[in-house]
C-alpha cells in the first residue's frame, strides 16, 4: 500500500516463473497478459498502479467535490490529534468510512455507496480502472 515500486516488485518476482512475459514496471494503465493457455492475467494496483494507497485512496477520488469531503479530511485529522488510534497509512480509510457514516443511512459499505451513487463512478480518475476491468474479462 505505502510503497507500490516494492509491491509490483514482490508480484513481478512471485509471478516470474510462471509467467516469463512479465514487464519490468507495471504499467500506468494496468497489466493484463494473454498466457499460452488463453487464459487472461491481470494486475491492477490500487489506487492507479503508481501511487501509495489503497481501494479508499481510489475511492476518495469518487468523492464529490463538496464542502463535506474537506470538513471530513480536517475531522479525522483533528480526531487523530485528540487520540483516535488509526495507524496514518489507514487515513485514506478513516476518511472515506466517515464520510460515509455521515451519509443517510449511515455506514454504507463501499460497493453500496458505489451502486447508490454516494460516490461518482463516472468520474475521469474511474476511467482508466474500468477501462482495464472491461479488457481483462471481455465486458
Known amino acids: 500500500d505505502e510503497e507500490p515500486d516494492n509491491r509490483w516488485k514482490s508480484l513481478y518476482n512471485a509471478c516470474l516463473p510462471n ?15 494473454t498466457l499460452e493457455s488463453g487464459l487472461k492475467f491481470g494486475v491492477w494496483m490500487m489506487p492507479d498502479n503508481q501511487s501509495r494507497g489503497m481501494l479508499e485512496t481510489f475511492l476518495a477520488y469518487l468523492v464529490p467535490d463538496n464542502n463535506l469531503w474537506q470538513y471530513t479530511q480536517n475531522k479525522v485529522i483533528e480526531a487523530k490529534q485528540q487520540g483516535a488510534t488509526y495507524r496514518d497509512y489507514h487515513l485514506d480509510k478513516a476518511n472515506i468510512h466517515t464520510y460515509l457514516a455521515w451519509q443517510d443511512p449511515p455506514g454504507k459499505q463501499l460497493h453500496d455507496a458505489v451502486k447508490q451513487r454516494i460516490l461518482n463512478q463516472s468520474h475521469p ?4 480502472f474500468l477501462r482495464w476491468l472491461q479488457e481483462l474479462y471481455e465486458i
Open 125 to 128: 480518475q474511474s476511467a482508466n
Open 19 to 33: 509467467i516469463p512475459n512479465l514487464p519490468q514496471n507495471l504499467p500506468a494503465a494496468g497489466l493484463i497478459i
